[in-house]
């Protein structure tokens, strides 16, 4: 599998990251949080409809990552392949709504345990 590694500031650890089936890359972590630039619509978000954002802020968001882009990446959880955000839901929908296709991410590897745990 050919695998590759993202260069980045010194705070961005060098990461590997190999080629998946469903076509984003999967994290090989060794320790700490990668960084990847995730497709929207590959990160799901089981508590969307039961939080709802501040359309202002969403708004002001908007303006500033049109502007400067996004500054801070959002948390994500991977869990089996798969990635999950819990936060960061005002950045994912100005990323919605300004029809960005990714969105840069801050993926930490977790188990189902850690799942359950924030679904809780
Ligand atoms: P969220 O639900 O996305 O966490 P908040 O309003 O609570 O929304 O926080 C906004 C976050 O977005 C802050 O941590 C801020 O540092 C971060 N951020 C990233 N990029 C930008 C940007 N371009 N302009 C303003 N804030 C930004």
């Not at 392949?81 to 300004?98: D, I, K, P, T």
């Amino acid at each position: 599998m050919a695998s590759f590694y993202l260069q980045g500031p010194a705070i961005f650890r060098s990461i590997s990251v190999s080629a998946s089936s469903n076509g984003v890359p999967s994290s090989t972590q060794q320790g700490g949080p990668v960084f990847l630039e995730l497709p929207l619509d590959k990160i799901r978000r089981p508590l969307m409809r039961t939080r709802a954002n501040d359309p202002q802020k969403v708004q002001e968001l908007m303006d500033s990552i049109k502007e400067i882009g996004l500054q801070v990446p959002i948390d994500v959880l991977e869990v089996d392949g798969v990635f999950y955000g819990f936060s960061g839901c005002h950045r994912y929908e100005a990323h919605q709504r300004l029809g960005l296709p990714t969105i840069r991410c801050k993926v930490r590897r977790g188990t189902k345990e850690t799942l359950r745990h924030h679904l809780r």
